[in-house]
């Protein structure tokens, strides 16, 4: 799996064995071509092939080499802008149904885990926490919009309460939910992979999508085969490229970097995170770490906008480990990597269709575990014919990144510089 040009991942060191899938090459023809081999595009995959559709899943490297391989693994509630924000664009009745639909994403998650018998080290329970004192009211206000929406199974705790729960001097209270949580996405990516074979999907690695030919009988060619069918979805988010350009304007590539220590005594473990939750805190450009099974602290956080990836995360992320956790400052560190994770401007998942033939979801905004999967099955819904739900999402506007493809970058620089300093300053 693991590319030697690249670090290694803590995920790819313990991925669960598989044989791999081969390249496509020859002509082949199915019902629909599945771009990407993430979360999104597994989940269209797996949704398409139960409602009895021929599938063929196309994957530029290997399954879930991108975002959905490499990220923090939360399983985190809602959308990346928050629900009011979606309230403001779509009404609070399809507000309401935009959170009911985060909800069953989170649910269908769980439900592959046990239907398919994925071993993902799944495990519930989420602190947000408060940075600077004046968070503490901004966690309150979370927590009365996330009851308004019906959730439940939240807590507020205070410094002292939180104190007992995290080995971290830092912050100021917590937003306990126990329904989020978090797992090992890559070994989840490899067990629906698993699991899209099992229902016919045909999947194929080292495969990229070099030219999409849209209208009513859609081919997507790869550099030695091609793909005739009624259907693409593209499903590529951040590594998509510019393999469909009518969406490529509206969304960011953005580097975000993780470390994995050491495997940590119980005692050193359980004194940093008492009972394993994910934890994430409030600033804009956040910091958002976890134990693993094997009781390593797996830390995240930062990110560049430059579209190159340090080889070495370690000078990045250490001196944010150490002021988080200062008595592990000097532990080792085993695994350090980066990638991309796609934004949009508004922070809210794009999802559409083109030509009524080609559809796409993208700019998940650093919520792709449970959103991305979410789209997936939108997507396949829609394409079965039960569109409903997928036109909901499609009503939200995107706007094209300002400053066309030379000015963009620097733009959203300055942006995040202010941001990164109003996080500094409180």
Not at 331 to 354: E, Q
Not at 386 to 399: K, T, V, Y
Request: glycine share 12%; charged share 20%; proline share 5%.
């Amino acid at each position: 799996m693991h590319r030697s040009a690249e670090p290694l991942t803590y995920y790819q060191a313990t991925a669960n064995s598989y044989s791999g899938y081969p390249a496509l090459a020859g002509e082949h023809t199915a019902d629909v071509c599945v771009i990407g081999g993430g979360f999104t595009g597994l989940s269209a995959a797996l949704e398409l092939a139960v409602r009895g559709f021929r599938v063929i899943l196309l994957e530029a490297r290997t399954i879930a080499a991108g975002a959905s391989g490499r990220n923090g693994g939360q399983i985190c509630t809602g959308y990346s802008c928050g629900m009011a924000r979606i309230e403001r664009e779509l009404g609070r009745e399809q507000a309401q149904t935009c959170f009911d639909l985060a909800e069953k994403g989170k649910a269908m998650i769980a439900s592959n885990i046990a239907a398919y018998g994925i071993s993902c080290d799944l495990r519930w329970g989420y602190l947000h926490v408060a940075a600077r004192a004046s968070a503490v009211a901004e966690l309150r206000t979370m927590a009365d919009e996330l009851s308004s929406y019906g959730y439940d199974g939240l807590s507020l705790l205070d410094k002292a309460e939180l104190a007992e729960r995290l080995g971290s001097p830092l912050y100021h209270g917590a937003l306990r939910e126990s329904r989020a949580g978090h797992f090992h996405p890559l070994n989840y990516c490899l067990g629906v992979a698993a699991a899209c074979t099992e229902e016919g999907v045909e999947i194929f690695e080292m495969s990229p999508a070099v030219s999409v030919t849209g209208g009513s009988f859609p081919v997507v060619t790869t550099p030695n085969g091609r793909v005739s069918c009624k259907f693409v979805v593209a499903a590529g988010n951040a590594y998509l490229g510019n393999l469909v350009p009518e969406i490529r304007p509206r969304i960011m590539p953005v580097g975000s970097f993780v470390i994995a220590t050491e495997p940590l005594p119980d005692d050193i473990a359980s004194g940093l995170i008492r009972d394993e939750e994910a934890v994430a805190d409030t600033n804009f450009i956040l910091d958002y770490f976890r134990l693993t099974h094997d009781r390593r602290l797996l830390f995240g956080g930062r990110c560049t906008y430059s579209g190159v990836l340090p080889r070495d995360v370690e000078p990045w992320m250490r001196p944010r480990l150490a002021r988080v956790f200062p008595q592990i400052a000097d532990v080792r560190i085993d695994y350090g990597w980066g990638g991309f994770i796609g934004i949009s401007m508004n922070r809210m998942p794009d999802i559409g269709r083109i030509d009524q033939t080609i559809y796409y979801a993208q700019g998940f905004s650093g919520q792709g575990v449970v959103v991305g999967s979410l789209c997936g099955r939108l997507m396949a819904e829609a394409i079965a014919g039960q569109a409903g739900h997928f036109d909901i999402l499609a009503r939200i506007r995107h706007r094209p990144f300002p400053g066309g493809s030379l000015l963009r970058m620097p733009l959203l620089v300055l942006a995040m510089t202010w941001y990164r300093l109003r996080d500094a300053l409180g």
